[in-house]
């Protein structure tokens, strides 16, 4: 097995990418047909996984000033939730790299019924490994996929290399507030997927080693416990319509996965970040 389609497989242990047509379901549960026209908007209930939906990535294009003479790569793009809703609000182009096959696949049906199939190109691949060419990026956007790969100094050399002169660089990641116990990091290398958790200090500071400069670090981590809690207790709160639309299977997968995130942020060992950065 390569590298890549052994992560592809390892990576499933966690739970919120099992059953990646949820969404498709969702679509059949509107009434949406294969012919119905489907905007970004529609789908952004239910195709961005990470915290705060949209308003998280109205923020990255604020912050990195994304306009439609923007070239945009999202790095870890799941499916294609973040790279449309740039592509619909902004106008600006987006490459969208993801690592598995299916939400890929998905993904990528999933730009075309909303028209912006032209503006959002889905590649697969892993981003510490792929081939670009010789193609350059004004932005480098990523959402709670950062902390999947391991060797963080290539990663950060990659996207370094890969933007232009005076790019921005955003992403939304998590990172270790203090030390885990073997149990804890075994639990969240399967549970979670994490394969690289820095402290802050080290988080920042290899920034500045791979040559960006620093424009902004938030700490999210409070906000996201809360986020996550609620998300957990409206989950539940539709458990009836939830095994309804998507059966027991689904249901459990989903409440178990919301349940691990609640209780390694409520423990106050795992954070959240926000950083703004850029090549000089
Ligand atoms: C939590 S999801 C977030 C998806 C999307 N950014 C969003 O917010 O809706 C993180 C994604 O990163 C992808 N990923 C993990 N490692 C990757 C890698 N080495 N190269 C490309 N994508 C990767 C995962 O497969 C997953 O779909």
Redesign the pocket.
Known sequence: MSKSNS?NSD?KSMK??RHVDRVLTELQYLGKSEQTPLSASELSPF????YHGTESVDEAIRATGITASSSVL?????????ARHIAATAGAKVTA????ND?DELASHLSARCGLAEKVAHVC????T?EWSTLHFDVIV????LY??PERNVLLERCYGLLQKGGYFFTEDLYARKEFTDWERSELATEL?ANCLPDYDTYLQDLKTAGFELVSAEEMSDDWAVFTRERLAAYRAHKARHIDVHGEAVFTAMEHFYDVVVRHFSGGKLGGIRIVARKA
Request: glycine residues 14%; without cysteine; aromatic residues 12%.
């Open positions: 992560l990576i919120l990418y195709d961005q996984l990470h999202e790095i870890g793009s799941g499916l294609g939730g973040p790299l993801e690592l598995q939400q691949g892993d981003f510490l792929h990523s959402w709670l996929a999947h790969i997927f």
